[in-house]
T-cell receptor, first 115, second 111 residues
Framework: GAVVSQHPSWVICKSGTSVKIECRSL??????MFWYRQFPKQSLMLMAT?????????EQGVEKDKFLINHASLTLSTLTVTSAHPEDSSFYIC???????????FGEGSRLTVL | GNSVTQMEGPVTLSEEAFLTINCTYT??????LFWYVQYPGEGLQLLLK?????DKGSNKGFEATYRKETTSFHLEKGSVQVSDSAVYFC??????????FGTGTSLTVIP
């Protein structure tokens, strides 16, 4: 089946630095990708919808200047956590929809730890 | 708004036991409903889905029926195996194609 790959799978950074996470659809083109945040033992929280060639749509309560999303091509979306702080430590998961057969595929997730 | 509520875990069962994980939803319009499974160290994988009322999704011995009258999509399996140990997420797909997930239910099956 379709594969969605995230990189890096884990990252540790110092407080105040910025971290970029990539999400790639490997064998299909995705006009729309989604970014989620998963806290320990909690659900996936939809952060934003990333649309190729246009601005991302953020869910209520998600700071767009904090979590920068760029969907530069039909196979790549990036999430940049700017000026990261310890409270940003979390598991970030992306997903992309393969329009045929209209199924959503998930990346393996990226674990961010901010010291 | 859109939301999904599923039973809290963790759930521990013996092999060959019957499994039910409850899931209810609230949604605008008529969403599609899904169960995703997350095995240890892996990403989420689609387990089954149903796109309209009374549809039954099934896969790998798991089943769930889309019940509009009770706004539910409970996951069932007649005989669980150790390999079914994972976290199960109920989800709905809203009109704008966004997915909303429940909190996940961790299942451990012991031999």
């Amino acid at each position: 089946g379709a594969v969605v790959s995230q990189h890096p799978s884990w990252v540790i950074c110092k407080s105040g630095t910025s971290v970029k996470i990539e999400c790639r659809s490997l064998d299909f083109q995705a006009t729309t990708m989604f970014w989620y945040r998963q806290f320990p033992k909690q659900s996936l929280m939809l952060m934003a919808t990333s649309n190729e060639g246009s601005k991302a749509t953020y869910e209520q309560g998600v700071e767009k200047d904090k979590f920068l999303i760029n969907h530069a091509s039909l196979t790549l979306s990036t999430l940049t956590v700017t000026s990261a702080h310890p409270e940003d430590s979390s598991f970030y998961i992306c997903s992309a929809e393969d329009p045929s057969p209209g199924e959503l595929f998930f990346g393996e997730g990226s674990r961010l730890t901010v010291l | 708004g859109n939301s999904v509520t599923q039973m809290e875990g963790p759930v521990t069962l013996s092999e060959e036991a019957f499994l039910t994980i409850n899931c209810t939803y609230t949604a605008t319009g008529y969403p599609s409903l899904f169960w995703y499974v997350q095995y240890p160290g892996e990403g989420l994988q689609l387990l089954l889905k149903a796109t309209k009322a009374d549809d039954k999704g099934s896969n790998k011995g798991f089943e769930a029926t889309y019940r509009k009258e009770t706004t539910s999509f409970h996951l069932e399996k007649g005989s669980v195996q150790v390999s079914d140990s994972a976290v199960y997420f109920c989800a709905l797909r809203a009109l704008g194609n966004q997915f909303y997930f429940g909190t996940g239910t961790s299942l451990t099956v012991i031999p």
